[in-house]
């Protein structure tokens, strides 16, 4: 369960990186939140831009789980975001592996840390919602909001409560629903991308988070660091 213990700050740095700093003291599920960040970070050592009016926040994770469940967090913080927001009459999809779109313009980032080696000693799943922001700058064309989408003004706080439910409902329930789910919201199935300097269709996700591509003459299953999806988007 996540969400019995909920601490939020007015300003962090980065809410993945105090629950890092911190683990000793939070305890499994603990929640944290900043209303906004200093130095936000996303994946690939991409700056994440934390104004107010947004949702920025971070959970713990200290149950030992083997490696390959990072992909399982993935699966499952994406269907909650998704879930939350059609909760908000906000249409969205999945971008592989976890990002959510509505349209084609990024919605929420998900950034998942972890410590230990085959092991994991503890995951941290830092979550970032566009809620309230109205101006992306020079990402006005990649980037949107729930303002943006439903044109009023959205608590923060029941966005946060309402995706804390749709989590928890789905750590209760079976796995294959949630993954199923998150194939069917998954815009990648049936784009093509080129691999090995060949075009291949992606006809599936494994469960593992391994694609399967096609093409006239092979199938193969290749892991997603192995192939830029860049063109995809
Ligand atoms: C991405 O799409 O690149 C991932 C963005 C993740 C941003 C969230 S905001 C809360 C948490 N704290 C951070 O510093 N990053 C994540």
Redesign the pocket.
């Known amino acids: 369960m996540i969400g019995k213990s909920i601490k939020v700050f007015d300003e962090l740095d ?4 105090f629950v890092k700093n911190n683990v000793a003291n939070l305890e499994n599920g603990a929640i944290i939140v ?1 209303k906004k ?1 200093t ?6 050592d ?1 700056k ?1 831009v ?1 104004d107010e009016g947004n949702l ?3 959970i713990l994770m200290t149950s030992k789980k083997d490696r390959n469940t990072i992909f399982k967090q993935i699966v499952q913080s994406s269907v909650s975001i998704v879930r939350t927001l059609n909760h908000f009459k906000v249409k969205a999809s999945i971008k592989y592996p976890n ?1 959510c779109l509505v349209g084609k313009k ?1 919605i929420s ?3 998942i840390e972890s410590s230990g080696s085959s092991k994991i000693d503890y995951i941290v799943i ?3 919602i566009n809620i309230n922001q109205i101006n992306f700058c020079d990402l006005d064309e990649k980037a949107t909001s729930m303002k943006q989408n439903l044109k009023k003004e959205i608590d923060v706080g029941k966005v946060l409560s309402v995706f804390i439910k749709y989590y928890n409902q789905i750590l209760e329930c079976n796995y294959v629903e949630t993954f199923n789910e998150y194939i069917k919201k998954s815009v990648v199935i049936n784009k093509v991308i080129t691999y090995n300097n060949e075009d291949y269709k992606i006809v599936n996700i494994e469960e593992d988070g391994s694609l399967i591509i096609k093409n006239s003459s092979a199938i193969e299953k290749v892991a997603f660091n192995e192939i830029s999806l860049k063109e995809l988007y």
Request: glycine residues 20%.
């Open positions: 980065s809410t993945n990186t900043a960040q130095h936000g970070r996303g994946r690939r991409n994440w934390s920025y926040f971070s990002d990024k980032g998900v950034l830092g979550i970032g």
